[in-house]
């Protein structure tokens, strides 16, 4: 991936951030986007602990007939896998983290939504002493 796509992909992710965080749509309104639509991005579980783990899918269709394309870059944890299911491991540390999901057509097309997932302090009474 060129860093000029990470940047651009950066500029989104902000852009998702600053509009609001949980399944919003990165694309502006009214721009084209050769039809794509994200119709969910979404995650198995919106709770985690640290370095736990949620299967997130992104649902999405295109007017046209090409391949959808699909990239994912998250605020912080790791993001294993590829295509329109991904596995998300948490950070160590706790808070809300922004997982975007960009799909596009091969054509120039493209549009961007994102889930929010929390990490959530483990209850120290379930553990050893």
């Known amino acids: 991936m060129s860093s000029r796509y990470i ?3 950066a500029v989104l992710f902000m852009a998702v951030l600053l509009a609001g965080g949980t399944a919003c749509s990165a694309t ?5 986007n050769g039809g794509i639509t994200i119709a969910s991005v ?3 579980h919106t709770t985690l602990y640290p ?3 949620t299967s997130i899918e992104c649902v ?3 007017m046209s007939a090409g391949k959808l394309n699909y ?3 998250s605020s912080d944890g790791k993001i294993i896998g590829s295509g329109s299911k991904i596995t998300w491991e948490a950070p160590k540390t706790y808070g809300d983290f ?4 960009t799909v596009d057509d091969g054509m120039g097309h493209s549009a961007s ?3 929010t997932v929390t990490v959530i302090v483990r209850d120290g009474s379930t553990c050893c002493k």
Request: charged fraction near 15%; charge should be negative; proline fraction near 4%.
């Open 42 to 44: 979404t995650a198995e």
């Open 71 to 73: 990239q994912w870059v």
């Open 98 to 101: 922004h997982i975007m999901s």
């Open 7 to 9: 940047s651009y992909l």
């Open 60 to 62: 999405a269709a295109s």
């Open 28 to 32: 502006p309104e009214g721009a084209d």
């Open 51 to 53: 370095l736990g783990n």
């Open 113 to 115: 939504k994102a889930v």
